[in-house]
């Protein structure tokens, strides 16, 4: 799963919105935007700690002075370490956060549904926004593939390819 930041501010207002209209949540109109900050603060915190992590993995990576090819499996463990989700577990981590902002937030009057439904709303929101970013990350890799992932020209490449395609869909 890929989040971009640009995306975040779209993706929270789509989500209260639509649990503030399923009644799933009561919020008081004056304070929807600040619901809609507290979801932004999640899904800002993941991509934080996303980025921590594989900084982190590329120093034990060249601490230890392995083959940069390990980064993916350096980094699921100290995502595992941290209890943190990437990739498919990412969702389960988000929602978990959400549910729990949701549940402990001052701006949030009630909440009416469960646990699973909130999940169950929010999951279909998130899934909208990253499986259009899953399908963009797909056509880059498949343009790049020739370079090896992991290193500084793959990283540079991809960044480069993604933009150039974020710019022909206007997803920019």
Do not use: C
Not at 69 to 74: D, G
Not at 92 to 109: F, T
């Amino acid at each position: 799963m890929r989040l971009y930041r640009g995306k975040i501010p779209l993706i929270s207002e789509e989500m209260t919105r639509s649990l503030v209209a399923s009644g799933a949540i009561e919020v008081e109109t004056d304070l929807v935007s600040e619901v809609i900050l507290d979801v932004e603060a999640v899904l800002k915190e993941y991509i934080r700690v996303d980025r921590s992590l594989t900084e982190e993995a590329k120093d034990v990576i060249a601490a230890r002075k392995m083959d940069y090819s390990a980064l993916h499996k350096v980094r699921s463990k100290l995502a595992n370490r941290r209890g943190f989700g990437i990739n498919e577990k990412a969702y389960d981590w988000i929602l978990e956060q959400l549910v729990e902002v949701l549940m402990h937030s001052r701006n949030v009057d009630e909440v009416y549904a469960e646990d699973h439904e909130l999940r169950r709303a929010m999951i279909v929101v998130l899934r909208k926004h990253t499986d259009m970013e899953n399908e963009l990350d797909r056509q880059v890799r498949n343009k790049i593939k020739n370079l090896q992932e992991g290193t500084q020209n793959w990283d540079v490449e991809y960044q480069k390819v993604l933009g150039d395609l974020r710019k022909t869909k206007g997803l920019d």
